[in-house]
Structure formats: C-alpha cells, structure tokens
C-alpha cells in the first residue's frame, strides 16, 4: 500500500505476530491506539507499517514529534513564567514600589543647612568641646548620622548659588543660577511639596530663618525666573496659581514681602497688594509676634491649616542677637511645625513634608562673621535634636539634612604673618562676642550714630563698647579702633570687624560668596542608608521622589503655563537697605 497524500500519515502492511498497528519506529502503545482508530486502519486482518509524512520531510516520526510538542510546551510555560515575573519586577520597581508607597503612610522632613560646608560643622565641633569641656571624641548631633556627601555644581557653573541648589532639590534637575524652581530652559517644573501635596494629599511646611519668600523655600512653593522676584513667590505661597495654595505651614520672616507698599515702614513690595489679607481669604491663619506664635495650640492648628507665620520684617535675627521675647528659635518653629502637622495627619495615611532650613548660617558666612556662624550651627543642631526625637517616636520618617552649598570658603586655620605658621585656632575668641558684625555695623552707621557723635565720641564707643563688649576683644590696637571708628562703608566696616575677630581666632575665609567644594549629607531614619555615598545634589530629591512615590513630570504638565517673570520692577532690597545698610547678604543676587 502507498502513502496516501490527503492524510497525516499513512499506512503500509509489515509482518507482525500481535495484530496490532506498529509505527516504522519505537512508540509508547498510546501513540499506536491513537493511530488504530483512524479509518484508514479499520484492517483487521492485515497489519501495517504506518510511515508519517512528516517523517520523510523532516526525519521525525509522528511520536517523537508529539513527545518535542510536550517538551516544548513545558519550556515554553517555564519561559512564559520567567518573563511575567522579570515584567513583574520592574513594575515593583519603576511603578508597583511607588504604588505601594503611595498607600503607606510616610513623612520626610528635608532639613538645609544653608552654606553650612565640612570645614564649618569641623570648627563648630572644636568650639563646643573645647568651651563646654567635653571629651575629645564628642560627636555633634550631625556626626552621629553621617551618610555621606553631596555635589553642589549647578547647570551654568561650578558654583551654585541658593536658588540652584534648592531647586536641585525640589525639582531633582540641575538649574542655572537664580532659577526658581525652573529649568534650565526656564521652564516651570515641579516641586516635590507640590506633588506630595497633590498627589499624596499630604501636609506640606516650610521653615526657615530667612525671609520665607528667600532663593531655598521659594524653590519649593515657587516658579520664577529670578530669585529677586520675592514679590512674585509670595504671591505663588499664598495660592495665586492655577495648583492653588499648596503650602499648610510657613514659619519664618519676610514679612514686607506680603504686606502693600502703601505701608511704608513695613512693606519691601514694589505694588499695592496686600497679599496678608489675599491670604486671610484664602483661609490662612496669619500670625506675626512671639505672643501669637505661642499662642498656637497644635490640636486646634492642625485642624485650622493653612498658616502663615512671618515673625520679622525682613530676615529674621542671628541667634547671637535674637531676643527670645520677639522672636522664636530655629529649633521651637521646627517643633511646632512638627506638632502641628503631625495632628493634622494622625488619623490619616498620607503623612507630611516638611522643609526646614538653616537660613542664616549662609548669611553670616558671607560676612565671614566666626562667632555669629558656629551660634547658627549650633542653632541648627537644636533643630536636627527635635527632629531626631520626632522620628526615634515616629520610625514611619525620614530626615535628609543636606546644604546646598559651602560658603565663605572657609578654614580652620590661618596664616597671620610671613613666618610659618604655629599649628592652633583658638575657639575662646568666639566666646565672649555678644553681637554679630549686622548687628554692630548697623549701630555704628546708623543716622543718629553719626548725627551725635563726633569723632572723639566714636572713637570712644568702639574702644569701650564695640570691641570689648560686643565682640569680646579686650586687646585691641589703637589702630583697629581707629579704622572701624573712621569707617563709614559697610562693606569695608563690616570687613575690619570680620579681620578683627578671624585673625584672634585663626579661622581663614577666601571669598565672601559661595564655594565649589562638596558638602555633608547626613540622613536619620527610615531607609537613610540608601543615601550612603557621594551623591549629585539631585539625587536628594530622586530619593523624596522614590520615598513618597511621586511624579514630579504631571505636576510640571500642569504648571507649565505660569506666570515666571514679575509684572513690576524687582526691587532689590531698598527698604531693607535702611535696616541694615547696604548690608551685602540681604541682597538676594548676592547669595
């Protein structure tokens, strides 16, 4: 019998002693019964050979083919398996990572120590040792959670300003210099506390000693071209854009900035609004004084958001000069904000974000001012102990303390004279100062000092007063008094006063801006490890974007239209300027 050709296989008579149908080759019974019950085999007395078609094309009988169709089935389940679960994993980790944090509660508190670099936590270290007697291995409540470090460069240069360097943050790109939560096409992106507000309906709070509309808290609740611009950010910080109020706490100074220039001894606006009471119809609680900041119950706060606290006009004061009845610390506005917000999310699962920043530390480094500079540290370090006490309580939290860039290149060293130098700085030459060189600068230059006095009199008031008194320095030549009692720039007096007490100290300063080197990055609780390392100062806000699972892109769709360039003429500090005098680190472009 011939292979017929309109069949799988076909059949040819072959001897056999069991009347069974036989394949040519070895098969399980099975594969033969299978073959018995086509019709082409309803033989009973003849027995056949059956000869797979496939067999003559491809050498594979028709048994062996079905047993490589089970196998390859099997594989092909077992790669079907692996690829959902490879697909599987990068959608824990690209997608499902953020989903999940998105349904936990999570709270990160960023914490910005404003020009704060290595050389300075190093010299404020030295400084409570020695003054406090305390062991030599004592660590700084920022020593004890070292992780690492962070790159400060921004888009346009090797330095970075505030304003770069808070946007880095906020926004996790690189920006030039002045941007205001913008990119380096002047482009509006988002911010992590708008997303987190947002898409997480979480709490969001900014703390600082600076004026709240300055270049670090405007990055975050902002979006304009030029840090000078602080008219138009705190326009943005009270809701006047198409997000809304996006910001439930602000405690910090910069009050001039909200208030309308027909207030001519409060207000640094360039125009008639008056965005306090623009704030008051948004349902922002406004509070101004000491009295009223801790008048502010947290229980009934929480439940009252948004607030909007500005306790001095312009920045608010050093800790050397501050006075504990107008003004609160660093340390009570970081836990007041802590208490509040965490009232505002006890019984919810979105938590909070918090911004906290050291404002002035930068400030009085820019003055290269020793004594007012390791006070803020300090300061600052009583802020980083509230928080660490917060989250040691609420192990759901996440701290990242970073700067966003050295100031003053500083050094704990300085060469006096051509002779080699001995090895030494002396912290005792801080110590005994009472006021920051702002404070004394102003004294000196203000109208009524020069209108009173002559120059007998002046000299007088620095050698019995300013020096000894206020600074501490009980050596002073006839020649120091003499130059800082003639000076009438502040710029130049301010630089006497810095020389004065840098130089009895032996602390060094190379430049009264900004620095290139690498700051700290400390990081206290849950997975502050994964912050080990020398970072890109974006990555500080790639880790916020991962912890709370955001999408800083939406919210950049949804801003990309707004308003980015003041309407009126940026007023570059010309009501402050009567405070302090031309005083350098309150200009805005200058740090």
Same mark, same amino acid.
């Given at each position: 019998m011939a292979p017929a050709d309109d069949v799988p296989y076909a059949a040819v008579p072959r001897a056999s002693t069991d009347g069974r149908v036989h394949f040519s080759d070895e098969l399980h019974e099975s594969d033969a019964a299978d073959v018995e019950d086509n019709v082409l085999f309803d033989q009973p007395t003849d027995v056949l050979e059956v000869v797979d078609n496939d067999t003559l094309y491809y050498g594979v009988s028709l048994g062996t083919r079905? !047993?490589?169709? =089970?196998?390859?089935?099997?594989?092909?389940?077992?790669?079907?398996?692996?690829?959902?679960?490879?697909?599987?994993?990068?959608?824990?980790?690209?997608?499902?990572?953020?989903?999940?944090? !998105?349904?936990? =509660?999570?709270?990160?508190?960023?914490?910005i120590s404003d020009g704060f670099g290595p050389a300075s936590e190093t010299m404020a270290r030295n400084y409570v040792q020695q003054i406090r007697g305390l062991p030599v291995d004592y660590q700084s409540p920022l020593d004890e959670i070292l992780v690492g470090s962070s790159r400060t460069r921004s888009s346009n240069s090797l330095v970075t300003d505030s304003a770069a360097g808070a946007t880095a943050f906020s926004c996790g790109i690189k920006s030039y210099n002045g941007a205001i939560g913008l990119s380096s096409n002047h482009s509006p992106c988002g911010t992590v506390l708008e997303a987190a507000k947002l898409q997480r309906n979480m709490k969001t709070g900014l703390v600082a000693t600076s004026r709240i509309t300055h270049a670090t808290p405007g990055s975050f609740s902002a979006h304009v071209t030029h840090r000078d611009m602080e008219d138009l950010i705190a326009e943005y910080q009270i809701g006047n854009y198409s997000l809304g109020p996006v910001v439930d706490l602000m405690f910090g100074g910069g009050r001039c900035h909200f208030e309308p220039n027909t207030h001519a001894n409060s207000s640094c606006r360039a125009d008639a609004r008056n965005l306090i009471g623009e704030a008051q119809e948004r349902g922002f609680r406004i509070l101004g004084t000491r009295k009223e900041f801790d008048a502010l119950d947290a229980d009934s706060a929480g439940k009252q958001l948004p607030i909007l606290g500005t306790f001095a006009a312009s920045h608010m004061d050093y800790e050397i000069d501050r006075n504990d009845h107008e003004q609160p610390s660093l340390a009570e506005m970081s836990q007041k904000a802590l208490d509040i917000l965490d009232k505002a999310t006890k019984h919810t699962n979105s938590g909070f974000f918090l911004m906290i920043e050291g404002s002035r530390i930068d400030m009085a480094a820019h003055t290269n001012d020793p004594a007012t500079h390791v006070r803020e540290i300090i300061a600052y370090w009583d802020a980083i102990s509230v928080v660490r006490k917060y989250i040691d309580s609420h192990p759901d939290t996440v701290m990242i303390s970073v700067s966003d860039h050295e100031t003053g290149g500083f050094s704990v060293a300085k060469q006096l004279g051509p002779e080699y130098p001995e090895y030494k700085w002396n912290p005792q030459a801080l110590k005994s100062a009472k006021h920051s060189i702002e404070y004394i600068s102003s004294q000196l230059l203000s109208p009524s000092a020069h209108a009173s006095e002559d120059s007998a009199e002046r000299y007088k008031l620095v050698r019995d007063t300013v020096f000894p008194k206020w600074m501490g320095i009980t050596d002073a030549t006839h020649e120091e008094i003499l130059q800082v009692a003639q000076e009438t720039n502040s710029v130049s007096l301010r630089q006497l006063l810095s020389t004065a007490i840098s130089d009895r100290a032996e602390l060094g300063w190379a430049t009264h801006g900004h620095s290139a080197v690498d700051v700290n990055l400390y990081a206290y609780g849950q997975d502050a490890k994964l912050l080990r390392g020398n970072h890109e100062n974006t990555d500080i806000g790639d880790f916020i974007v991962q912890t709370l699972g955001l999408n800083l892109q939406s919210i950049t769709n949804l801003i990309k239209n707004e308003k980015v360039v003041q309407s009126t003429q940026t007023v570059k500090d010309t009501w402050l300027g009567r405070r302090d005098l031309d005083a350098p680190e309150h200009y805005p472009h200058t740090h």
């Amino acid at each position: 019998m011939a292979p017929a050709d309109d069949v799988p296989y076909a059949a040819v008579p072959r001897a056999s002693t069991d009347g069974r149908v036989h394949f040519s080759d070895e098969l399980h019974e099975s594969d033969a019964a299978d073959v018995e019950d086509n019709v082409l085999f309803d033989q009973p007395t003849d027995v056949l050979e059956v000869v797979d078609n496939d067999t003559l094309y491809y050498g594979v009988s028709l048994g062996t083919r079905r !047993r490589m169709r =089970k196998g390859r089935g099997f594989w092909i389940t077992v790669v079907a398996l692996v690829i959902v679960s490879v697909v599987g994993v990068f959608w824990l980790y690209f997608d499902g990572i953020s989903w999940m944090q !998105r349904s936990k =509660k999570r709270n990160v508190i960023l914490m910005i120590s404003d020009g704060f670099g290595p050389a300075s936590e190093t010299m404020a270290r030295n400084y409570v040792q020695q003054i406090r007697g305390l062991p030599v291995d004592y660590q700084s409540p920022l020593d004890e959670i070292l992780v690492g470090s962070s790159r400060t460069r921004s888009s346009n240069s090797l330095v970075t300003d505030s304003a770069a360097g808070a946007t880095a943050f906020s926004c996790g790109i690189k920006s030039y210099n002045g941007a205001i939560g913008l990119s380096s096409n002047h482009s509006p992106c988002g911010t992590v506390l708008e997303a987190a507000k947002l898409q997480r309906n979480m709490k969001t709070g900014l703390v600082a000693t600076s004026r709240i509309t300055h270049a670090t808290p405007g990055s975050f609740s902002a979006h304009v071209t030029h840090r000078d611009m602080e008219d138009l950010i705190a326009e943005y910080q009270i809701g006047n854009y198409s997000l809304g109020p996006v910001v439930d706490l602000m405690f910090g100074g910069g009050r001039c900035h909200f208030e309308p220039n027909t207030h001519a001894n409060s207000s640094c606006r360039a125009d008639a609004r008056n965005l306090i009471g623009e704030a008051q119809e948004r349902g922002f609680r406004i509070l101004g004084t000491r009295k009223e900041f801790d008048a502010l119950d947290a229980d009934s706060a929480g439940k009252q958001l948004p607030i909007l606290g500005t306790f001095a006009a312009s920045h608010m004061d050093y800790e050397i000069d501050r006075n504990d009845h107008e003004q609160p610390s660093l340390a009570e506005m970081s836990q007041k904000a802590l208490d509040i917000l965490d009232k505002a999310t006890k019984h919810t699962n979105s938590g909070f974000f918090l911004m906290i920043e050291g404002s002035r530390i930068d400030m009085a480094a820019h003055t290269n001012d020793p004594a007012t500079h390791v006070r803020e540290i300090i300061a600052y370090w009583d802020a980083i102990s509230v928080v660490r006490k917060y989250i040691d309580s609420h192990p759901d939290t996440v701290m990242i303390s970073v700067s966003d860039h050295e100031t003053g290149g500083f050094s704990v060293a300085k060469q006096l004279g051509p002779e080699y130098p001995e090895y030494k700085w002396n912290p005792q030459a801080l110590k005994s100062a009472k006021h920051s060189i702002e404070y004394i600068s102003s004294q000196l230059l203000s109208p009524s000092a020069h209108a009173s006095e002559d120059s007998a009199e002046r000299y007088k008031l620095v050698r019995d007063t300013v020096f000894p008194k206020w600074m501490g320095i009980t050596d002073a030549t006839h020649e120091e008094i003499l130059q800082v009692a003639q000076e009438t720039n502040s710029v130049s007096l301010r630089q006497l006063l810095s020389t004065a007490i840098s130089d009895r100290a032996e602390l060094g300063w190379a430049t009264h801006g900004h620095s290139a080197v690498d700051v700290n990055l400390y990081a206290y609780g849950q997975d502050a490890k994964l912050l080990r390392g020398n970072h890109e100062n974006t990555d500080i806000g790639d880790f916020i974007v991962q912890t709370l699972g955001l999408n800083l892109q939406s919210i950049t769709n949804l801003i990309k239209n707004e308003k980015v360039v003041q309407s009126t003429q940026t007023v570059k500090d010309t009501w402050l300027g009567r405070r302090d005098l031309d005083a350098p680190e309150h200009y805005p472009h200058t740090h």
